[in-house]
């Protein structure tokens, strides 16, 4: 700190932090679509900063630290308190119980994240990045508005696809995530073909397109790790012989 901080990757992070905050904002107003969409922005600018951090070799510890509150600020706080805002305030305190539990949840995500960081999760996340889980209940909203006229209040569904992603950010569920990409390599033609694709499906109906998007990574990242699940109490039943012998 006596020597100063990087102001590009932490100013990027700010900004991040700026979107959550005007999300909050924006929900307490009853503008819970603007909300949603300042945190999508939020995760634009999460990405951002950490690259950059890493394409100009700058990063330190004080960054990660202010990308973790950033983040419990844009991705913690912020949804939960749009899903409250949304559609969780008429269950009253189960409401309110369901929407601090996705905050808690995301900190001690955010807070296991910064210490397995470098060791455990090189790849793949250990339990669902907050992120993914705020990008789902901001698309989620976008969706929901773009066909309906009301709030789902009182809504059964919605209360438990809270919890449910409270629980997937701190379980020990493998997902998946940009980093693994090696943007390097050489792909096949088809990869660029799909791409093409999920830009055509966003730009005719974008809010149904960004929703499903993030249901595929929800409904992907549950049935690997239940197939993954399968095949290991399969080898636990059903050892190897060559390894008896």
Known sequence: MKKGVYLLPNGLTLSGMFFGFYAVLSALNGDYVRAAWAILIATVFDGLDGWVARLTNSTTRFGVELDSLSDLVAFGVAPAIL??????????????????????CGALRLARYNIQMGSAEKR?????????????????????ESISTDRPEKSIL????????????????RFHGAKEINFKKRKPFWVLVIFVLLIVATVVH????????AMVYLFWGIIENAYLLYRKRKRVKNPDKRATT
């Open 206 to 213: 974008p809010p149904g397109a960004l929703f499903s998007f």
């Open 158 to 173: 919605i209360l438990l696809l809270t919890v449910v992603l409270a629980i997937l950010m701190i379980s020990t569920m």
């Open 124 to 144: 793949s996340f250990t339990g669902m990045p907050v992120p993914a889980a705020a990008v789902i209940i901001a698309t989620l909203v976008i969706f929901y």
């Open 83 to 104: 899903l409250y805002t949304w559609s969780l305030n008429p269950f009253g305190r189960v409401g309110a119980a369901a929407a601090f539990l996705f905050v808690a």
